[in-house]
């Protein structure tokens, strides 16, 4: 399931990234563009604007979202799409870029972490687009508790 999130959905495309969903969003573009995007690929339109909702023919192709927080999204869209824990794998995409993340060796982020990171953890990950490297800290597990207070246990 690859997704297309509209400006005002930011927040919504980053946890869909974290559960590991392909979700194009850009803070600026035009709708002829996106609706053009939508038609030409398999890609989802997730929107909070009915009237570009309504551009959109197939609406198998289009949802549009109603609250304006994040975790009402996310549940309408995971309810919505029926999406289950198979259909999860969390961190394994870039929150920034969108690119799938590949393994890393220990040996090739010394520099790169801080200190402490790198004496603390053993696994990293890298984003072969932007570069950006990818470790389980703290951080990690502050967004999995946000998620799983929204999900449930679905994980
Ligand atoms: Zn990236």
């Given at each position: 399931?690859?997704?297309?999130?509209d400006?005002?959905?930011?927040?919504?495309?980053?946890?869909?990234?974290?559960?590991?969903?392909?979700?194009?969003?850009?803070?600026?573009?035009?709708?002829s563009?996106?609706?053009?995007m939508?038609?030409?690929s398999?890609r989802?339109?997730?929107t909070?604007?009915?009237?570009?909702f309504?551009?959109?023919?197939?609406?198998?192709?289009?949802y549009?979202?109603k609250?304006?927080?994040?975790?009402?999204?996310?549940k309408?869209v995971?309810k919505?799409?029926n999406?289950?824990?198979?259909?999860?794998r969390?961190?394994s995409?870039c929150?920034?870029?969108?690119?799938?993340?590949?393994?890393?060796?220990?040996?090739?982020?010394?520099?790169?972490?801080?200190?402490?990171t790198?004496s603390?953890?053993?696994?990293?990950?890298?984003c072969?687009?932007?570069?950006?490297?990818?470790?389980?800290?703290?951080?990690v597990?502050?967004?999995?508790?946000?998620?799983?207070?929204?999900?449930?246990?679905?994980?």
């Amino acid at each position: 399931m690859k997704f297309f999130a509209d400006r005002m959905l930011g927040k919504l495309a980053k946890y869909l990234r974290i559960l590991g969903f392909d979700v194009e969003y850009f803070a600026d573009i035009e709708e002829s563009k996106i609706i053009d995007m939508i038609n030409k690929s398999d890609r989802i339109l997730l929107t909070k604007d009915i009237a570009l909702f309504t551009r959109v023919e197939n609406k198998d192709k289009a949802y549009l979202l109603k609250s304006d927080s994040w975790r009402s999204q996310l549940k309408s869209v995971v309810k919505r799409f029926n999406i289950s824990s198979k259909d999860i794998r969390c961190f394994s995409r870039c929150i920034v870029c969108n690119t799938k993340l590949e393994p890393t060796s220990k040996e090739s982020v010394r520099g790169k972490v801080p200190e402490y990171t790198y004496s603390t953890h053993e696994n990293f990950y890298i984003c072969p687009k932007c570069g950006r490297i990818y470790w389980k800290g703290t951080h990690v597990e502050h967004m999995e508790e946000k998620i799983t207070e929204v999900l449930g246990n679905m994980r």
